[in-house]
């Protein structure tokens, strides 16, 4: 008697956790897909910084404010990946368009202190998103593929802020920045900026001071311990979701 009450409980007990179960897969599927989402988000700020590093070549004037709007729209949509909280969102809503409106007035005026107001703007944003996104990416519980990507944003950021800072350094005294030639544009301080984050070293392009190569091989250095070390270790801990087996 005992026993034929126990075995409707047994199964009772089986069908449960196949619920419990069933309940848990619902999760991970809501999980993944969460993740799947801030993924593209980061992916699509990936390509926002790609985009506003190719138009550093703009050689209008219209195109470099578009460029200026560009790098605003990147420090607010990193705010956004990065799931930056109220207090964060209520600084950069107040500052970022600021210094966009500060970075048009630099690219249309024609004098040096605009230049120079332009200049430091272009080095406070991508900044901005560095540490925005830093911030973000050391809370995050596991490494994922959309760790990396973030990873490798903060990779480009960090470029375009040393750029930035060759052309404010460049701008500020008045002094010829490389010694290959006395009229540099914007997009040399690029290009030179990201063969020295790469430790290419094609040499077409040398700092002409002591500042601008200190500060050059800091930038090399920084790259070159940012990919073996953060990146790569990173990419070796990614971690997959892996379907559950089946009847498990």
């Not at 990936?46 to 138009?55: D, E, H, R, T």
């Not at 596991?142 to 990779?155: D, K």
């Not at 040398?206 to 250095?221: D, S």
Request: net charge neutral; charged share 15%.
């Amino acid at each position: 008697m005992s026993s034929s009450r126990a075995l409707p409980l047994a199964r009772g007990a089986r069908s449960s956790v196949r619920v419990v179960g069933g309940e848990d897969a619902g999760v991970e599927e809501v999980v993944g897909a969460e993740e799947r989402r801030w993924a593209d988000r980061y992916g699509l700020l990936f390509i926002l910084i790609l985009l506003a590093m190719v138009l550093t070549a703009a050689n209008t004037t219209w195109l470099k404010v578009v460029g200026v709007l560009l790098q605003g729209g990147m420090v607010l949509f990193a705010c956004l990946a990065a799931r930056a909280g109220r207090h964060a969102w209520r600084i950069a809503i107040v500052l970022v368009p600021l210094g966009v409106i500060l970075g048009i007035v630099g690219r249309i005026g024609e004098s040096q202190p605009a230049e120079l107001v332009a200049a430091v703007v272009s080095v406070v944003l991508p900044a901005t998103a560095i540490v925005v996104l830093a911030r973000r990416i050391a809370k995050e519980p596991f490494v994922s593929g959309r760790t990396v990507l973030g990873l490798l944003s903060v990779y480009l950021l960090i470029g375009m802020t040393f750029s930035a800072t060759y052309i404010t350094i460049a701008v500020a005294s008045e002094e010829p920045f490389f010694s290959q030639t006395e009229d540099a544009e914007p997009v040399d301080f690029t290009y030179f900026s990201f063969v020295t984050l790469a430790t290419v070293g094609y040499g077409d392009f040398t700092a002409a001071n002591p500042m601008p190569r200190m500060l050059a091989a800091i930038e090399g250095l920084t790259g070159q311990l940012y990919l073996v070390t953060v990146v790569a270790v990173a990419v070796s801990r990614v971690r997959t979701r892996r379907e559950p087996p089946p009847g498990g």
